[in-house]
């Protein structure tokens, strides 16, 4: 094992990392802010990449256009969602096993929904224009697409800090976490809220897809896989916590990233090995969930 | 009133236990004896996995782990031992399972709500994972086929009556674990937990007992399902396999003992109508359970109950 392969390893694993943490962050999001479980937040993810794939290899948009694009519409949808369905179940006696039910139910519809328009077979979609090779940082050769995906989720994650620290959308979302009822009566629209908190969330987690999609290969059935990574990371960072999600996605994208390239066998595996320990020994995740100051 | 209800009761039992047993009579093809044979075994794993949620209120999204751990229990034994450890089998694969759902158990009721589903979601599927990749072993994707049960038990009509002894016995222990002192204090445990810590009584010791009794049941039905079936395949350790067994249960009604097995009943019957393989069965399966969570979350012998109750109390209400 040589400098330049643990390098390229880390920054593989800090491209999963950057792709889990956008998709944890919004999960943790409207679980934190809304109490609600999100089983088909992957499912989201996936509609973000199938949405490029449509505008880029179809339409020939551009690329950066298209992903942003894509991010709106999975944001659309889960607003939609929400909306339609989810809202109706809120305050329902043992909401919580209700909740899971019911965001099972999307997997399962929007996963046929998306075999019906864009059938089974894998899709692919080039890199963009000026991110397809790579570029070399003393002596080693770093895949520009994957910096630019690590860049792009450092500004997200500065952002959504920010956002949620230091503005007045930021405040209202953390104070409908602590008290809602309390949050109506000054005058917010509390449904309103969560529809939006939903449509942040759902869109941070089709943008992941999106800019995924060209690492990956693009397949009904990726919501699954993504959703139980995603479950992972907030396992181990703690429900509910930003940073916790971040860490956890860090955890996780370079355990499996090192995983790969040593047992490659057994690299899906690792993931649960991680988390079983985490388990054992911080059952609460390792930022312990405290209420809302760091949702 | 004690009298009509365990009048009812007991007709109840007779009807139900005729109409299996008779079944065969009526069947005059191989394939509706084992339409008949995998209600039974998917009404026990749906009756089993609703003691964790709908009478203590633990979602478990991993029971398909205890049922493909029954299954294979019977499946590697079959393959490495022979068909004459099909008994035994069935009985490693139940220790299997007390000894897993400690295990994991103890490491996942720490937790509870949400959390607990999550966890019991990645057991399930490090499990799948694991089996899925030890292709030497296991035979990953490809399963285990040509599972025979020795002897008499090769005879598909012996092989039904077989499992209609053991299902029947079952169901007639959880009712009973329903109705007995560990039965309200599951109940309680989904209504108030504090308070059963209040009178004194282990929250922690009662989860993982249910936790460990339901998932028994799973891993018997997973192995008589491997005798129905001849094969097994990892799809039955794969988490659609645990949402379907909840689908059952929310479909029949998670409030009653029996709706999980007419809800089992069911969902085969719409199956085998539908075609099984159909492209797009869980587009059926998601509109289905979003219509019950959303409209009917009481299922259908809920909702039945509750309409019979309200034409009962309208009826009295004229005459009174």
């Known amino acids: 094992m040589d400098v330049s392969f643990i390098i390229g390893q880390f920054l593989s694993g800090l491209t999963m990392a950057t792709l889990l943490f956008l998709v944890a962050s919004g999960l943790t999001l409207i679980f934190g802010v809304g109490n609600v479980f999100n089983f088909a937040h992957g499912s989201f993810y996936m509609i973000g990449a199938y949405l490029a794939y449509q505008a880029v290899t179809i339409w020939h948009t551009n690329f950066w256009a298209a992903i942003f694009a894509a991010a709106a519409g999975a944001g659309v949808m889960g607003m939609l969602a929400e909306s339609l369905f989810l809202r109706r179940i809120y305050g329902r006696a043992e909401e919580g096993g209700f909740q899971i039910l019911l965001t099972y139910s999307f997997i399962l519809v929007i996963d046929d929904l998306v075999k019906m328009i864009w059938g089974t077979e894998y899709k692919s979609l080039l890199r963009p224009r000026g991110f397809s090779g790579s570029v070399e940082i003393a002596g080693l050769t770093l895949p520009t697409y994957n910096l630019a995906i690590i860049g792009i989720g450092l500004i997200i994650v500065v952002l959504a800090w920010l956002i949620l620290s230091r503005t007045r959308p930021g405040r209202i979302a953390r104070a409908s976490a602590l008290d809602r009822e309390m949050l109506g009566s000054m005058g917010v629209n509390v449904p309103l809220t969560m529809t939006l908190v939903f449509g942040v969330a759902t869109a941070l987690g089709g943008f992941a897809g999106a800019l995924a999609a060209p690492l990956r290969s693009v397949t009904p059935g990726a919501g699954i896989e993504v959703i139980i990574d995603s479950l992972i990371v907030v396992v181990i960072g703690g429900m509910g916590n930003f940073w916790g999600a971040w860490l956890g996605a860090l955890i996780l994208g370079e355990v499996n990233a090192f995983a790969v390239a040593v047992i490659p066998e057994w690299a899906s595996v690792v993931s649960y090995v991680v988390m079983v320990l985490v388990l054992i020994f911080r059952p609460e995740g390792l930022f312990a969930p405290r209420g809302v100051r760091k949702v | ?320």
């Open chain 2, 1 to 320: 009133m004690e009298d009509t209800k365990a009048y009812k009761t007991a007709a109840f039992w007779i009807v139900f236990i005729l109409v299996f047993a008779l079944a065969p009579l009526r069947m005059t093809s191989n394939y509706q004896i084992i339409l008949a044979n995998q209600i039974l075994i998917w009404g026990l794993f749906a009756v089993a996995f609703n003691m964790l949620f709908g009478v203590t209120g633990m979602l478990s999204f991993g029971q398909a782990l205890y049922f493909g751990l029954g299954a294979y229990a019977v499946g590697l034994s079959f393959k490495y031992l022979g068909a004459s450890w099909f008994l035994p089998a069935i009985g490693m694969g139940l220790v299997g399972a007390v000894v897993i759902s400690i295990l994991v158990g103890l490491l996942i009721i720490r937790v509870s709500g949400v959390f607990f589903t999550v966890l019991t979601l990645a057991f399930g599927q490090l499990v799948w994972q694991i089996t899925f990749r030890w292709y030497n072993f296991t035979g990953g994707d490809d399963g285990i086929q040509g599972i025979i049960p020795p002897g008499i038990l090769g005879d598909r009509i012996a092989y039904y009556y077989f499992t209609l002894c053991l299902v029947l016995l079952s169901i007639w222990f959880l009712r009973r674990l329903v109705h007995s002192p560990m039965g309200l204090t599951l109940r309680c445990l989904r209504q108030n937990p504090d308070r059963l810590r209040f009178l004194g009584r282990s929250v922690r010791y009662n989860q993982l007992g249910i936790y460990m009794i339901s998932s028994c049941f799973a891993a018997l039905a997973g192995s008589l399902m491997a005798g129905v079936n001849n094969s097994i395949h990892t799809d039955m350790l794969y988490w659609t396999t645990s949402g379907e067994v909840i689908l059952m249960s929310v479909l029949g009604g998670i409030g009653q003992f029996f709706g999980p097995f007419i809800g089992a009943a069911v969902i085969i019957i719409i199956q085998e109508v539908v075609g099984a393989k159909t492209e797009f069965w869980p587009l059926i399966i998601g509109l289905t359970m979003m219509v019950m969570v959303l409209l009917l979350p009481k299922g259908l012998v809920g909702e039945a109950r509750l309409l019979g109750n309200r034409l009962k109390s309208f009826a009295g209400g004229n005459r009174g």
